[in-house]
């Protein structure tokens, strides 16, 4: 029978790519495809020495680095679930991952891991901003070589957290069998090769960086220059050397902020791909302009992957997102569930191998996120006649900023909390940078006067710092409509020039 371990499909040609550089770091020493599987045999040995079996999770807070990426492939290959979260994320956050998932080891700094195994007694291994720590020490003493372990295709490689109207993260368990649907859907749909060199400035605690981006180049056995993080700067002097990039639409604002990037230093370049929040028209046609380049959006999920692309060949249209990918079947429905009629606004709902299999200790969420086995996915969307689909809005209370989502219950929760607080509504508008800013608006507790900047003090100790509200307002009372609901729609259009008509 034929293995369905994902790390299965990306082995053989990690070893033909032999002494290929797969990881190029500014500072560093390149690191081959052939190194990498060895390294990623190392950490798998260890896991198995440290009393790890397929099945058992590994929670991972830690800044992106080489190693980090490996702890990655080592869980694949040895079936273990392996749990990423934003290393940006408070102990608060942590505590709950940690409680959620009971893993079998903790990655992570060395202060945080002290703190998860006082706090839960679960193995800990750290590792530091550059990938060094107890866990490189010890992998490196461990055999270069590993059987891959045998998977079937609906058993769970990955869980990714992500969160709700509720403002409790829900941890999306993605099999082997996802992975790999998504991972080759994209590769033919966006003519990946080998001769393809990737510029990774994306985080990996999230599918954007850690599969789509991470996955084709791995599949393409392309060489990915790996950076820690975004910086315009080092993304153009790293763009000569590239043919792909993939970002956020805040990469692409903050490029063209950049006076160096042209079309002569773009003149290498493949592929730009935009995702995770919707792009701009103005930064689409702008960068257009300047480069001669225009970008592929795509959109996708954390609980699919990658779920609708706009074409490699064939007209990008500012605005929207293309067409559904090889496999995935697209049906758009009310509220309610019911069809709607051909041009009118409804959800989109979604089947397809990419999609997920379920949240992880959350059974009863299955029947209401699924209707006919598809995926309800919350977004509003427009279908033209040729079936292109276009992003119209969320009925899911959520705000992308910057790339990375952000569910208003959670800070509104941290909000209620603080003293002087009787009551709080977070919502977003629309920023130049950001795409959307978070915006809080609060009432205060009888006569109080609040003082926004000590909210915001307060709110750095339990919230990550994307999700901290880059502005907050005190208002009397909170609009409400006649079932007592409160109207964000209101507060939208009361600041939606609050960021864009400003210095921010």
Not at 224 to 237: C, E, Q, S
Not at 270 to 294: I, K, M, N
Request: glycine share 10%; with cysteine; net charge negative.
């Amino acid at each position: 029978m034929t293995n369905a371990n994902f790390y299965a499909a990306l082995q053989p040609g990690m070893l033909t790519a032999g002494t290929k550089p797969f990881l190029v770091s500014p500072g560093a020493a390149d690191l081959s495809y052939a190194d990498g599987d060895a390294a990623s045999a190392r950490m798998a040995n260890l896991f198995a020495a440290r009393g790890l079996v397929p099945g058992d999770r590994i929670l991972v807070r830690a800044a992106k680095s080489r190693t980090g990426l490996l702890v990655y492939l080592a869980c694949l290959r040895s079936g273990i679930v392996y749990v990423p979260v934003n290393p940006e994320c408070t102990l608060d956050e942590l505590d709950y991952f940690a409680a959620d998932t009971q893993p079998g080891l903790f990655i992570g700094a060395p202060d945080i891991c002290d703190h998860i195994t006082g706090q839960y007694g679960i193995p800990a291994l750290s590792l530091d901003a550059d990938g060094h720590g107890s866990l490189a020490s010890a992998a490196d003493a461990m055999p270069a070589t590993h059987t891959i372990q045998a998977s079937a295709a609906e058993d769970i490689a990955v869980f990714i957290f992500t969160s709700g109207t509720t403002g409790a993260p829900k941890g999306a368990m993605l099999s082997h069998g996802n992975l790999a649907a998504n991972a080759g859907t994209l590769h033919e749909a966006w003519g990946w090769s080998p001769k393809d060199v990737l510029l990774h400035c994306l985080p990996i605690f999230h599918v954007h960086g850690l599969f789509v981006a991470t996955h084709l180049a791995l599949l393409g056995t392309s060489t990915m220059i790996f950076l820690p993080r975004f910086d315009a700067g080092d993304v153009i002097r790293q763009l000569p050397h590239a043919t792909v990039f993939m970002g956020v639409p805040t990469h692409y604002t903050r490029l063209l902020q950049e006076a160096e990037l042209s079309q002569d230093l773009c003149a290498n370049m493949r592929l730009f791909v935009s995702g995770s929040a919707p792009l701009l028209p103005e930064t689409f046609t702008t960068f257009q302009a300047r480069t001669g380049h225009t970008i592929l959006e795509r959109y996708g999920m954390s609980e699919t992957g990658m779920l609708v692309s706009n074409p490699l060949h064939g007209d990008r249209i500012a605005g929207t997102v293309g067409y559904p990918l090889l496999g995935v079947q697209t049906r758009v429905r009310d509220e309610a569930g019911n069809p709607v009629a051909s041009g009118e606004i409804g959800v989109l709902q979604v089947k397809g191998p990419n999609v997920f299999s379920g949240y992880w200790n959350k059974p009863a969420l299955m029947a209401r996120e699924f209707q006919d086995g598809y995926f309800i996915t919350g977004d509003l969307v427009d279908v033209a006649e040729d079936g292109r689909i276009s992003i119209v809005g969320r009925n899911k209370d959520m705000i992308i900023s910057g790339g990375l989502n952000v569910y208003p219950k959670e800070i509104e929760g941290v909000l209620d909390r603080l003293p002087g607080v009787r009551e709080s509504a977070v919502f977003g508008v629309p920023h130049p940078d950001f795409g959307e800013g978070v915006v809080a608006a609060v009432v205060a507790e009888g006569d109080t006067v609040i003082d926004t900047e000590a909210l915001l003090t307060a709110t750095r100790e339990h919230l990550a710092g994307y999700k901290l509200p880059k502005h907050i307002v005190v208002i009397e009372a909170l609009p409400r409509n006649t079932m007592g609901k409160v109207q964000k729609n209101r507060l939208r259009e009361t600041y939606q020039d609050l960021f864009t008509k400003r210095e921010v």
